[in-house]
């Protein structure tokens, strides 16, 4: 009774109980429920670097780091080129190995794109330029993310058929396998993409457009964690499923170590990045611009620059050909 007289008195009479009954209902029923609404709120508050999509004075608070970067970029886009020129003296186009390259390939083409375009509109101040940054910038999230799961993909068949096994029976159909896997899940994952792209220059038929890039740092938080997460889970099942059986040849176990060590790297990258977009560290309007390069600068370094650099060793191709159909090459082959 007394909570039915004071609530009218203090919140506004009917329209302050219809409030208050509003709110009640939008609470978590449970512990588990706070936690994923805290997540949530997390994600959709975290644009990371999207968030100088709508607002392109922001883009002031990259400063210099824009050149620095479209340089970098381009820098390692002329080495990967070279290596996959390469690369297609040893194998024929695509093969596992020349897809993964062509994947980092138009990564770091889009990616010094996106920088170049960015320096271009801080020198000459031009505006309306949203659309086409939004693009630049979450596309190359989902290639380098194609191409972790060609990796990952690649790493397992390595992992399974460089011991004397029976779990699976041959090396090819277990290829052909994963690659009808991989490419049906990728056709559809692109799909989504080209269809979320129109309906974000479509203006969201309506809706806020920051919506849908809501939708979009959701969906990569969830595939950086778990991505890493299938990588860990898929590394301890094997190591006991196959600790009793001994490796085909001693170049076989170094073939393994070596790519336990890419593909951590990798996977370390990506959690890291996911944790940079749900934590919102690098949120533009708590940071100065200064700090906001830095951060930007040492993110990259971490969860872009460092992975495809060591993958871009020529003497890793030898490693990685051992786990295709092919024998591995060497360049006098």
């Not at 806020?208 to 938080?221: D, G, H, K, M, N």
């Not at 006991?240 to 790297?265: N, P, Q």
Request: net charge positive; with cysteine.
């Amino acid at each position: 009774a007394r909570v039915k007289t004071e609530i009218p008195s203090r919140c506004g009479g009917s329209n302050g109980r219809s409030s208050l009954s509003a709110s009640i209902q939008g609470l978590p029923l449970n512990l588990s429920g706070v936690w994923l609404s805290r997540a949530y709120n997390m994600a959709i508050r975290s644009y990371d670097v999207l968030a100088i999509v709508g607002d392109e004075h922001n883009l002031g608070h990259f400063g210099s780091v824009t050149f620095v970067l479209a340089v970098a970029y381009f820098g390692t886009l002329i080495s990967a080129s070279q290596l996959l020129i390469r690369l297609t003296r040893y194998v024929h186009r695509w093969h596992t190995q020349w897809i993964l390259y062509l994947g980092l390939v138009v990564h770091l083409s889009v990616r010094t794109l996106t920088w170049s375009i960015f320096c271009w509109i801080l020198v000459t101040k031009q505006k309306n330029w949203e659309n086409l940054t939004a693009i630049l910038l979450s596309l190359p999230e989902f290639i380098f993310l194609s191409a972790y799961i060609l990796l990952l993909f690649h790493w397992l068949e390595i992992l399974i058929f460089s011991r004397q096994q029976f779990v699976f029976a041959t090396k090819q159909s277990f290829h052909k396998s994963w690659q009808r896997v991989f490419m049906i899940s990728h056709m559809a994952c692109y799909t989504a993409l080209l269809v979320f792209y129109i309906i974000f220059l479509a203006r969201g038929l309506g809706t806020s457009r920051s919506f849908y890039f809501r939708v979009l740092v959701i969906a990569e938080s969830a595939a950086n964690f778990a991505l890493p997460a299938f990588h860990i889970a898929v590394w301890i099942y094997y190591s006991f499923r196959l600790a009793g059986f001994a490796f085909t040849s001693e170049f076989a176990a170094k073939t393994v170590a070596w790519m336990h060590c890419i593909v951590t790297l990798w996977s370390t990258g990506r959690l890291l990045r996911g944790t940079v977009l749900l934590a919102g560290v690098a949120r533009i309007e708590q940071l100065s611009p200064v700090a906001y390069s830095m951060v930007m600068v040492l993110v990259l370094l971490a969860t872009e620059f460092l992975p495809i650099i060591f993958t871009l060793d020529f003497n890793l191709i030898e490693v990685l050909l051992h786990g295709e159909e092919a024998t591995p090459l060497t360049e006098s082959s």
